[in-house]
């Protein structure tokens, strides 16, 4: 059975590549985007394979109508996503508030170059790390994955579209120019170890029907012309989805969206962890970064240094439980990143004592495993 | 669709399309809103469409409140983005019959440039733009639509810019359906919606309602405002679109309404299903 997805097998795969053949296999059906390196791959593929899986493909005249686009796409029930980077991410702050707001499923894949501004179009960076989760106004919550490979570049894909239809929120995989231009293995499973979400129809008729039901932790989502008559806004609204500016009803409705993630982050957050036991430093990084850190890591450990490895998959929610135990049995911490120290201040809160490290880095390179070696001898405490 | 059956929806009839729980509406008394809500639910009645299978998109502002008050599938979205809303929706969804009805500043300052990209690419939407010349929500200040002299929050001494003529704008990039009608101009509006349903193309209505509160119509009544469309109105399907901007507002001004543009389209929804079609048979 061909349906014009990618077959289980090896695959070698650019990861802007390895990101779309995921989004088709999630059962992605429409895809919006605006010109912008170092996210061109997925689009141009975009353009390509949509319509040889029967599916849609608009490039839009900018990056604000991109995500709008696919917040209308999704709420007509189809698994809708966009790919872009900083400059056209930044345009796309105020849609993902009303993604959040009126708990619409929606892909963003960011594929980081060196900012702020136009910065470094064809070069790597990570200075939105703090963005995908603060970048619009008001409380809201994202879910933001961290691949740091081709292959996570499409597993990552799936699972944002899981995590954006099972919570009913706005799921941006957080890329960088290295990871979406690389071309390395992909192994496609087969289909039957692939877990897909799909949505289902509310159990009630649509008189009884409320789109914001307090009674549900995520209330079941319903697209236009299923016959629910729905209204959703993104002003405050009430639990028929109608405006209001009662306190009391709005700090119920707004707890109950952020909660969604809040009271599942161990469900949500990944991260991955080595030689950590016996370690008396941790070097913290993600995507491209941490390719830098394995070698860096075995290098110290070569020189006779305990250091570990953790590695975030998930920004937000950023997975601090496992690292604040480890700062509590007295390990120090380094946080190596393609910025001047996002993820660094992130950690800082859940590390009680003071020796936790940042190692500034301006966007264009990755740090080397040499330099973060360096560093790891510099802040190194036998 | 002309054979205009003259047999008006009862009262029973147009309450089953509204949200009753949510009146009293926002509107000012005398705003000419209210008058384009219903004829949209009256020509929504007439479509032969179910209203299961019709969408209203809006923006942000007053007339962008419409959606909210009627009983089908609607979306309030944010400042000027109706447009690109709709247009992800109608293309995967393209058996619903998607409307946005938003404003003037909505529409056409904010939102200009996903209006004109929609036209270029002739999306299968209907677009009804209420003009009321201003910003009303927040309180009057100028827009892309305000004549040239009116004193707003934003222009005290009187508005020096240049004025969006949008029937002419949207027709030069190619819209196959282009009409203005007045708020007074109630029955050719419902006929003009129910047109604007079978265009498979981008469908464009400027319906105009100069805000009772803060434009030069100021401190007068809805009778007056009737008054001085019926005196100040000028049909004429043919006109010369370059010479039917509104520059002034006042007793001079003449309006002119009419359906303008009304020709055979193929929207990029059909077509880029003709070309699905083609792919996935390996062409």
């Keep these: 059975m061909n349906n014009g997805v990618l077959k289980p097998g090896d695959y070698f795969l650019r990861g802007n590549y390895a990101c779309v053949e995921g989004a088709l296999l999630a059962g992605c059906r429409f895809f919006a985007g605006y010109p912008i390196t170092p996210s061109n791959e997925i689009s141009a593929m975009m353009a390509r394979r949509m319509p040889q899986v029967g599916g849609s493909f608009i490039q839009f005249e900018d990056e604000i109508a991109s995500i709008v686009g696919v917040i209308g796409a999704a709420n007509g029930g189809v698994k809708s996503m966009t790919a872009t980077s900083g400059p056209g991410f930044s345009l796309m702050q105020e849609a993902i508030g009303l993604a959040f707001m009126i708990e619409t499923p929606i892909v963003i894949v960011d594929v980081q170059r060196g900012g702020p501004s136009t910065g470094l179009p064809t070069q790597v960076g990570q200075g939105d790390f703090i963005q995908t989760n603060f970048g619009s106004h008001g409380d809201y919550e994202t879910v933001v994955y961290l691949p740091n490979s081709p292959q996570e570049m499409f597993d990552m894909t799936i699972e944002a579209f899981n995590t954006a239809w099972r919570y009913r929120v706005p799921v941006i995989v957080l890329a960088d120019q290295m990871i979406g231009q690389m071309i390395e293995k992909v192994s496609v499973p087969p289909y039957d170890e692939i877990e897909i979400v799909e949505y289902e129809k509310p159990d009630v008729p649509p008189e009884e029907f409320l789109p914001f039901d307090f009674r549900y932790e995520v209330p079941p989502f319903v697209a236009a012309g299923d016959g629910y008559r729905i209204h959703l806004t993104g002003l405050a609204h009430d639990e028929r989805g109608y405006p209001t500016t009662n306190h009391e009803i709005y700090s119920k409705m707004l707890l109950r969206k952020l909660r969604k993630i809040w009271d599942n982050e161990d469900r949500i957050m990944e991260w991955e962890e080595q030689l950590t036991e016996d370690a008396n430093l941790i070097v913290v990084s993600y995507g491209i970064t941490s390719r830098s850190v394995y070698k860096a890591v075995r290098d110290a450990r070569e020189k006779g240094m305990k250091v570990g490895i953790y590695r975030l998959k998930t920004a937000w929610p950023f997975p601090y439980k496992r690292l604040r135990e480890m700062a509590n049995e007295g390990k120090d911490i380094l946080v190596v990143e393609v910025n001047m120290g996002q993820a660094y201040r992130v950690a800082k809160q859940y590390v009680p004592h003071d020796s936790i490290y940042c190692m500034p880095w301006a966007p264009g390179k990755v740090p080397t495993p040499e330099a973060i070696l360096k560093k790891i001898e510099e802040v190194y405490r036998a | ?283």
């Design chain 2, 1 to 283: 669709m002309s054979e205009a059956k003259l047999i008006r929806p009862s009262i029973d009839e147009i309450k089953s399309l509204l949200r009753v729980e949510r009146l009293p509406h926002i509107w000012c008394p005398s705003c000419g809103i209210g008058i384009v809500a219903k004829a949209y639910v009256e020509a929504l009645l007439r479509s032969g469409i179910p209203p299961e299978k019709h969408v209203l998109v809006s923006g942000i502002g007053c007339s962008s409140r419409m959606p909210g008050y009627i009983k089908i599938d609607g979306y309030h979205v944010i400042h000027g983005r109706a447009i690109p809303f709709a247009v992800g929706l109608k293309t995967v969804r393209p058996e619903l019959e998607v409307t946005v009805f938003a404003g003037d500043g909505d529409l056409s300052t904010i939102g200009g440039n996903h209006l004109i990209h929609a036209i270029r690419r002739n999306d299968d939407i209907n677009v009804i733009m209420i003009n009321n010349f201003t910003y009303g929500m927040t309180g009057g200040q100028y827009g892309g639509t305000t004549p040239e002299g009116s004193r707003t929050l934003t222009s005290p001494y009187g508005h020096i810019e240049g004025t969006f003529n949008v029937p002419l704008l949207v027709a030069s990039i190619g819209a196959p359906y282009v009409a203005r009608w007045t708020v007074l101009h109630y029955r050719q509006i419902v006929d003009t919606i129910v047109e604007m349903f079978n265009i498979d193309g981008f469908a464009f209505l400027e319906v105009i309602s100069p805000c009772i509160i803060y434009t030069d119509m100021n401190r007068r009544d809805a009778i007056s405002l009737m008054r001085m469309f019926r005196e100040q109105s000028d049909i004429d399907h043919k006109a010369d679109l370059r010479n039917i901007g509104i520059n002034r507002l006042n007793e001079e001004t003449r309006f002119v309404v009419g359906k303008f543009v009304h020709r055979p389209s193929e929207s990029y929804q059909t077509k880029y299903r003709r070309l699905v079609e083609k792919v996935m048979k390996g062409g």
